[in-house]
């Protein structure tokens, strides 16, 4: 393709994403710079994603498209990476915008305006431009990461525009430029040269720079991702999850002047490190590491209004080993949510619809950990009368028992989530219970005989919603059920729909409800898990 239109960037939203996919827990294993946390090609992802969310279908100019996606990208970034990326996207934009302005509707038929340069040119200039701002909005830049890629890419293209080639051989130049610079990473900064990686963000710059010389070129992108796969290293002193970095990450958007930002990245980076702050026109995604949250968010407060306000302790991105004094024990309705339970360091009961468990098991398991605390998490509106019997039992033997009165799978996902054995018993106790509380749960499932509930008069076959417990929905199929209930959940407010499902849950139902909260809730984050459990298709979870 020798033309930049809105098909192009569609094309390349969706090549991008894919690849992105694909190469996510690659990435992820290559991360450990500025926070090795494993969450980079997961970050690239979501950011991708919520850009391409945010393109609408139908004609649109080519101004309009840009502009959507970088937006997109701009609301929906997450961590260091994706608001360097966000960044790169919405000013790549914005210059081919006003380097190639598309006046009519880039549609069959349409004539587009003469642009003031040719398309190689603008592309490459638009990929100077980017890298530009997004070495301007760190407010220390760092070489040996994605901003070095970056700069690497878009150098290497201008010069081979300015050589003549076309728009595919530009991007081509581009690529390859990013994958030299991508592989020099790794003795630019001495925390990937220990690892023996190459930087995470940088990998996956190249991947989206890839995805854009697929679609002009017309190959097909190759069977490997091309990224490096490496062993997870283990955080090391020096880095931001050590006992020498910051402790916390803080994210917010911020409407704010935009003559009022320089001076706010230079306040900021007063606080932490890691520093972004990328936007425009009095709409601004900010990113920092730092010991003192309250200032970060206050810096914000003093030129404008944070919002979507995001703090991450990084403590509690460093698993801790099971105390030897408590166990968490909990009742799992499946194999994957017993999976799920044990990585967290549970010990579980298999339960729920269609097989209860009983006094006994739970004894058993209490005797069996030899922990003088145990924390019980029913996740069954059934199984919590048999869990306090339980306790009842145990507590005579001078255990200490706590039932937190978790009536649903999510619940206990959400509990143990928080579970910390480094707290007192009381303590952990308070922040289990808090967890389950602040969790709405639903559900759906297929009726199996008529029958009145509190939605009405349901026939066999009818898919039905369940919230908190009752039955609310009864409609034609599953996914106008699914919806239903995450609507409702929703209602209330929420940050976080957490989707179990189960053995009969297939893809196009998960994907639609995937669909649909990203496309109504922006602001909402989604996650999935496979829970094998029987009956129900889908458990869902509102935090």
């Known amino acids: 393709m020798d033309v930049l239109t809105v098909g192009v960037l569609r094309a390349w939203a969706r090549v991008a994403l894919v690849e992105l996919g694909r190469a996510r827990a690659e990435i992820d294993e290559l991360n ?31 101004a309009e498209a840009v502009q959507a996606f970088g937006r997109g990208a701009l609301l929906g970034a997450r961590g260091n990476s994706g608001v360097i990326t966000s960044e790169l ?25 003469d642009p003031p340069m040719s398309e190689p040119v ?22 040996g990461t994605m901003l070095t890629v970056a700069r690497a890419a878009a150098d290497a293209a201008l010069a081979a525009a300015n050589e003549g080639k076309t728009l595919a051989e530009v991007c081509l130049v581009a690529v390859a430029s990013a994958r030299q610079a991508l592989t020099r990473t790794t003795e ?63 994210m917010y958007l911020l409407d704010a002047p935009d003559e009022a930002i320089g001076a706010y990245r230079r306040a900021l980076a007063g606080l932490g490190d ?46 801790h080993p099971q105390a030897p004094g408590r166990a968490v024990i909990t009742v799992a309705a499946g194999d994957g949510l017993a999976a799920l ?8 009961i298999r339960g729920g619809p269609g097989r209860r468990c009983s006094t006994g098991e739970l004894l058993t398991a209490i005797e069996e950990s030899k922990a003088p605390e145990i924390v019980l998490l029913p996740n069954d509106r059934d199984s919590i009368a048999v869990a306090e019997a339980a306790a009842t039992v145990a507590r005579q033997d001078g255990i200490r028992v706590a039932v937190i009165p978790t009536r649903a799978q999510v619940q206990g996902l959400a509990a143990l989530a928080v579970h910390d054995p480094g ?3 009381e303590d952990d106790v308070v922040h289990l219970s808090a967890a389950a509380g602040q969790t709405r749960h639903g559900a759906v499932t297929i009726a199996v005989k008529d029958a009145w509930t509190m939605a009405g008069t349901c026939r066999i076959g009818d898919a039905l919603g369940v919230v908190d417990g009752d039955f609310a929905l009864i409609t034609a199929d599953l996914t106008a059920a699914a919806t239903g209930v995450v609507d409702r959940l929703l209602g209330g407010g929420g940050e976080l729909v957490t989707i179990v499902t189960g053995q009969e849950a297939g893809a196009e139902l998960v994907d639609a409800v995937v669909r649909h909260v990203r496309r109504h809730r922006k602001d909402v984050d989604v996650v999935v898990y496979d829970g094998g459990q029987q009956r129900y298709p889908l458990l869902i979870g509102v935090e």
Do not use: K
């Open 188 to 250: 630019q900064l001495e925390v990937l040269r220990r690892a023996g990686v190459v930087d995470a963000g940088g990998a996956g710059l190249v991947v989206i720079l890839g995805a854009m010389e697929s679609v002009l070129s017309g190959r097909a992108p190759g069977e490997s991702t091309g990224v490096p796969v490496r062993q997870p290293v283990a955080a090391e002193n020096g880095t931001d999850l050590g006992p020498d970095g910051p402790a916390y990450e803080v």
């Open 122 to 143: 603008a592309f490459a200039d638009a990929l100077v431009f980017a890298a530009d701002a997004a070495y301007g909005a760190v407010a220390q830049p760092v070489e």
């Open 89 to 113: 996207v919405r000013a790549c934009g914005l210059r081919l915008a006003e380097n190639l302005p598309r006046d009519q509707v880039d549609a069959p038929g349409s004539v587009l305006a």
């Open 423 to 425: 707290r007192s018993f």
């Open 341 to 348: 339970f044990a990585e967290a360091g549970a010990v579980v």
């Open 274 to 319: 890691s520093v972004v702050v990328v936007g425009g026109d009095g709409l601004w995604n900010v990113h920092v590491h730092t010991d003192d949250v309250g200032a970060a968010i206050e810096l914000g407060i003093g030129i404008g209004r944070p919002h979507r306000i995001r703090v991450t302790h990084f403590a509690d991105l460093v698993p």
């Open 32 to 62: 450990v710079y500025p926070v090795p946390d494993g969450d980079t090609g997961t970050n690239l992802y979501l950011t991708w994603e919520a850009a391409c969310e945010a393109l609408p279908e139908g004609e649109l100019t080519f």
